[in-house]
């Protein structure tokens, strides 16, 4: 069955850096195209970033572009997004997902705190 596990949160200073991961297991990773989401308390869940299934093509929310980057390593089913310059708004907890045969996947979430 399709698994999504993410890891790598924490909590950081404003200004910090971190880089999440989300293993992949359960279906062909590489035919896929890959997102981050995050929801905040109170709010919904949001779009961060996507990236197409070879990785040649990546897209962002206006609100995380320059300061973050998706990536993928095929090879080892992994999905990564760094994270720089992180504001206390970026505080959440940050998903990855998937669309495989029709159905959306999601891992169990990893939690990002941005905060002095």
């Known amino acids: 069955q399709v698994q999504l596990v993410e890891s790598g949160g924490g909590l950081v200073q404003p200004g910090g850096s971190l880089r999440l991961s989300c293993a992949a297991s359960?279906?062909?990773?590489?035919?896929?195209?890959m997102s981050w989401y995050r929801q905040a308390p109170g709010k919904e869940r949001e779009l961060v970033a996507g990236?197409?299934?070879?990785?040649?093509?990546?897209n962002y929310a206006d609100s995380v572009k320059g300061r973050f980057t998706v990536s993928r390593d095929n090879a080892k089913n992994t999905l990564l997004l760094q994270m720089n310059s992180l504001k206390p708004e970026d505080t959440a907890v940050y998903y990855c997902?998937?669309?495989?045969?029709?159905?959306?996947?999601w891992g169990q979430g990893t939690q990002v705190t941005v905060s002095s």
């Open positions: 997902s998937a669309r495989v045969s029709g159905r959306n996947y």
């Open positions: 359960g279906f062909t990773f590489s035919n896929y195209r």
């Open positions: 990236i197409s299934s070879g990785g040649s093509s990546t």
